[in-house]
């Protein structure tokens, strides 16, 4: 069984950075793509940014594209996104996810992100 839990979340100014981190344990199989999601109040679950844990390989929402990166740590094992330029519209609960490519199985609980303006 596949946990993840988030950490890092936080109220910051528009402009201003934080680093999102993501515990995973469980299978190495059952969580080879790694993902960040969002949802801001009222709104949809929506896609941010995704890591291929074997492979490396990312890929990024359009609207973070050149601010967002988002990493591995295989040691740890961890998974982060650094979120750099934020503004008020990133503000939402982040949550991390994890399965088999394309898939997502399995959820964090979420990190709250506030940008103010």
């Known amino acids: 069984q596949v946990q993840l839990v988030e950490s890092g979340g936080g109220l910051v100014q528009a402009g201003g950075s934080l680093r999102l981190s993501c515990a995973a344990s469980?299978?190495?199989?059952?969580?080879?793509?790694m993902g960040w999601f969002r949802q801001a109040p009222g709104k949809e679950r929506k896609f941010v940014a995704r890591i291929v844990w074997s492979t490396g390989s990312t890929n990024y929402a359009d609207s973070v594209k050149g601010r967002f990166t988002i990493s591995r740590d295989n040691a740890k094992p961890m998974v982060y996104l650094q979120m750099n330029s934020l503004k008020p519209e990133d503000t939402g609960v982040y949550y991390c996810?994890?399965?088999?490519?394309?898939?997502?199985?399995?959820w964090g609980q979420g990190t709250q992100v506030t940008v103010s303006s």
């Open positions: 469980g299978p190495t199989g059952s969580r080879d793509n």
């Open positions: 996810a994890a399965g088999i490519v394309p898939t997502y199985d399995y």
